[in-house]
């Protein structure tokens, strides 16, 4: 591509960003919220997630389809389900929440400094639903969440949101001990500038991407349209990443395989409905703001908040990865680090 069509391609997606909605005043935070509540219902409402230019709001229902699309889409399987993980929980704290030192095991070099405000209620990934790829990582029916804190398996992705402070701290691998929390990264993003992480860096997802604004939630399938991009894993991604991702997650560098921050987008013509409400917002969702790839993991995989009002998302299977197409957002690609 020249620099010209580079360009024109990034004004068209300056031009795509979508009308902000406008939202209620934020109500007083003096306790932790945990997802799947009403009252954080009105936090969410009120909270805006990255600036509405930012690339995760932006409209891209009319950016072109990406020249390689047709290949990239079959090799994640144009004949496969979309389908879900009930796995990305989360809590709320209020600004003077306590913070704690976390203990860091692994990625300490690609880590932000804490301490953070981590309540005792922090809930961990997949509790308390149990529908994830990695059925031993499921929370099992009667398990409390301090068990779940403590000996859980899987990922373990825990974050926690701090409107107050404009903050989003994403822990992966995070685990409560007797000697406090510890986790093998944690990534802080500020919810009101949506800088990127450094480039190279990875984050609680492969891709160096935050996780929470990705999410599926209820109160935004209530009001009819999932409003943000959304997140997908694919089982062999390419040894490339291309922003606002910041990190690769593969060895693998066949053209045709996806990049960690490739952007698909529900095709315009695919019929929503006949799809219960819940299902149809997150599908309107995804015409309009598409989905990052974001991890390795099984193919055409959405998260989504482990939330039982939430009802219907068993119909997303009828939609195909061949309904789904590859967008060239004219972002930069990268391919400088070793995969994680």
């Not at 694919?234 to 593969?250: E, M």
């Not at 998302?313 to 309904?323: C, F, H, N, V």
Request: aromatic fraction near 6%.
């Amino acid at each position: 591509m020249t620099r010209r069509g580079a360009l024109i391609l990034v004004g068209i997606a300056l031009l795509a960003v979508a009308a902000p909605r406008r939202r209620p005043a934020m109500p007083k935070i003096t306790q932790p919220v945990l997802f799947g509540t009403p009252e954080a219902d009105r936090i969410l409402a009120a909270l805006q997630v990255f600036p509405p230019d930012d690339p995760w709001n932006q409209d891209i229902s009319t950016l072109p389809v990406h020249a390689d699309s047709a290949r990239i889409i079959a090799s994640i399987g144009a004949g496969k389900s979309l389908g879900y993980n009930l796995d990305m929980n989360f809590v709320i704290v209020p600004p003077n929440q306590k913070r704690i030192p976390v203990k860091m095991l692994q990625y300490l070099a690609e880590s932000d400094p804490g301490p953070f405000p981590v309540p005792d209620n922090a809930p961990i990934e997949n509790w308390p639903l149990a529908v994830n790829e990695d059925i031993k990582a499921v929370a099992r029916p009667g398990r409390t969440l301090d068990d779940i804190q403590r000996h859980g398996r899987g990922d373990r992705h825990m974050l926690v949101v701090d409107p107050g402070n404009g903050k989003l701290h994403e822990f992966y691998a995070a685990r409560k001990t007797d000697a406090g929390w510890e986790a093998s990264n944690v990534a802080t993003f500020d919810l009101r500038t949506g800088a990127l992480r450094p480039e190279g860096w990875t984050s609680s997802d492969a891709a160096g991407l935050p996780v929470f604004p990705a999410t599926v939630r209820y109160d935004e399938c209530e009001r009819g349209v999932v409003e943000h991009a959304m997140r997908v894993t694919v089982r062999r991604s390419r040894r490339a990443y291309v922003l606002p991702a910041t990190h690769f997650a593969s060895r693998l560098t066949d053209p045709d395989l996806p990049r960690m921050g490739e952007r698909l987008r529900l095709r315009r013509d695919f019929d929503t409905s006949g799809f219960p409400p819940h299902a149809r917002a997150i599908l309107e969702g995804l015409k309009k703001y598409g989905m990052f790839v974001a991890d390795n993991g099984q193919d055409w995989l959405m998260s989504i908040s482990p939330d039982a009002r939430l009802k219907g998302l068993e119909t997303l299977k009828r939609a195909k990865g061949s309904d789904f197409e590859v967008v060239e957002t004219g972002a930069r690609s990268g391919s400088e680090r070793p995969a994680k």
